[in-house]
């Protein structure tokens, strides 16, 4: 009598967690995941925010230091929300600039545009300084 009632328990053991499956399958699909937009008075700080964690490592000295311009757009792609359109400009510290192609994702015709400039030092133990140009704005 014992064993019989162990496969019973058995069933009903694999019913619940059979149940416990569907429901959290259920749950989760009615779940929906929202994006992230950005308006056009945040611009700012999202540039803002978004240079500074590129520039907490070292990164973004290192792109400039290297000349890695693809590298850096590429960064930039990545931390920007989708829908910002950037264009970056890095000037030496007599504010000539030192890119020598575009590190833009877009053109910024016609939408308003929000810039930010910020200063990087290098980590080189050649000091040097730039001022990083960031023009940020949201695709309509």
């Known amino acids: 009598m014992r064993k019989?009632?162990?496969?019973?328990?058995?069933?009903?053991?694999a019913f619940l967690a059979v149940l416990i499956i569907f429901s959290s399958l259920a749950i989760s699909a009615s779940l929906t995941t929202e994006h992230k937009t950005?308006?056009?008075?945040?611009?700012?700080?999202v540039g803002l925010q978004t240079l500074t964690k590129l520039d907490s490592n070292g990164s973004l000295g290192a792109y400039i230091d290297n000349g890695d311009w693809s590298g850096l757009r590429e960064t930039l792609s990545l931390l920007l929300p989708e829908g910002v359109i950037f264009n970056l400009t890095v000037y030496d510290d007599e504010?000539?600039?030192?890119?020598?192609?575009?590190?833009a994702n877009g053109e910024l015709?016609?939408?308003?545009?929000?810039s930010i400039k910020?200063?990087?030092?290098?980590?080189?133990?050649?000091?040097?300084?730039?001022?990083?140009q960031l023009r940020l704005a949201v695709v309509k």
């Open 118 to 132: 910020y200063v990087c030092v290098s980590q080189n133990p050649n000091f040097k300084c730039y001022v990083v």
């Open 4 to 13: 019989q009632r162990r496969g019973q328990i058995r069933i009903i053991e």
């Open 95 to 103: 504010m000539r600039q030192i890119n020598t192609e575009a590190i």
């Open 38 to 45: 950005v308006e056009s008075s945040d611009l700012a700080s």
């Open 109 to 114: 015709n016609g939408q308003e545009v929000a």
